[in-house]
């Protein structure tokens, strides 16, 4: 097997930890606002080219932060889980908890852009213009941060390609071993193919027990051969990333090293596409095909014609990479089929979307210039 073809992902979201807080930074929140900041430079720079006062925009990040934020908190509430936040309304407000739809964020950047251009008499579709530029480099930023929250998760590969998301497995077994060890990691290891199931990559579960302490290894020896395989079996979060043959007995080695006990689980992983890096790569590919037709052909298009290109363009990869995603939420699998296939919630928002920006493509083709 070629080790190189799929890789063990297992990323602490966390950046660092903060004496005294119950929450620390993560990488997510940094890659959120990363995303609104660059984004903030290049429109800066846009309003200069385009002689406008430079000065408006701070105040259309604070329009375009504050939209997002409640339009993708609202989105994921309603379109995704409304009967549970329709009857704990207050856990809308609880955004730290997760859970935002770029879908919903739609429904409230157009109107605060809208609201902005009046106020600050500016094109409406120039607006959107600028902002569907900017908008594709957020969306590259915030997906990276999917990735190192090992959320959005791809469906498997059934292959030795692809990704195992090892971060959950890591924090239950962490959790279930206790106090007696010192850290868990991942690795690959080499393995005769007839020894693979179809579809698995063959990994180590390393275990590091605290120093100078002593095991009790009749009770690791019952720990590891009935707990462990149970929680890899029975825990939906392991499972999921993890394969173990109930039939088997768990396959594993504790071992002494410098005075320090060691542990190995011998076990498969379960490679999926990391469909979030796929979403990624094209936001950030979409971007620089946007604003390089922006700075050379701007003066030969029509307001509202970049704009038009994102939403199809946006949309319409939406609606396919969703049939390499994991459902987000388990009802998904109940909706009907249709001549598509079965389609998820995500991809039944994106049509409208799609046939809204091919209005907007029509109306705004260049030759129609003004």
């Not at 070629?2 to 297992?10: D, Q, S, V």
């Amino acid at each position: 097997m070629n080790e190189l073809i799929y890789i063990i992902w297992n990323l602490n979201p966390e950046m660092f930890s903060i004496p005294f807080l119950d929450r620390a930074p993560r990488w997510y929140g940094l890659l959120f606002a990363s995303g609104f900041i660059l984004g903030q430079i290049i429109v800066t720079w846009i309003y200069t080219k385009e002689n406008k006062d430079p000065n408006e925009v701070d105040q259309l990040t604070i329009y375009l932060v504050v939209s997002t934020i409640i339009g993708a908190r609202l989105g994921h509430c309603l379109f995704y889980d409304p009967e549970y936040y329709l009857s704990n309304p207050v856990k809308i407000l609880m955004i730290w908890e997760g859970g935002l739809a770029s879908h919903g964020a739609v429904f409230t950047i157009i109107p605060a852009l809208y609201i902005f251009s009046k106020k600050y008499k500016k094109s409406f579709l120039w607006l959107l213009d600028i902002i569907a530029i900017v908008v594709c480099l957020a969306g590259a930023c915030i997906r990276l941060g999917n990735f190192t929250n090992s959320e959005i998760i791809g469906l498997p590969t059934n292959s030795d390609n692809g990704v195992v998301f090892a971060r959950d497995a890591h924090d239950i077994l962490k959790y279930r071993f206790g106090e007696r060890i010192d850290k868990i990691s991942f690795s690959k290891r080499y393995e005769e193919s007839k020894n693979i199931p179809n579809g698995k990559v063959p990994i180590t579960i390393n275990i590091k027990y605290k120093d100078k302490f002593v095991i009790d290894e009749s009770f690791e020896k019952s720990f590891y051969e009935k707990e462990l395989k149970r929680y890899i079996l029975g825990y939906n979060n392991i499972s999921k990333h993890l394969y173990e043959d109930p039939n088997t007995p768990l396959s594993y080695s504790i071992f002494k090293n410098k005075n320090i006990y060691y542990g190995e689980i011998y076990t498969f992983g379960i490679a999926r596409h990391p469909s979030q890096l796929y979403e990624s790569l094209f936001y950030l590919s979409l971007f620089i095909f946007l604003i390089s037709l922006w700075y050379y052909k701007r003066k030969e298009l029509n307001n509202g014609f970049l704009f038009s290109i994102w939403f199809i363009a946006l949309w319409g990869q939406r609606f396919f990479i969703e049939y390499l995603k994991e459902d987000q939420v388990s009802w998904e699998s109940d909706l009907p089929n249709t001549m598509f296939g079965q389609l998820n919630m995500g991809q039944i928002l994106s049509i409208p979307f799609v046939i809204i920006g091919i209005i907007i493509f029509i109306k705004t083709f260049p030759n129609k210039k003004d």
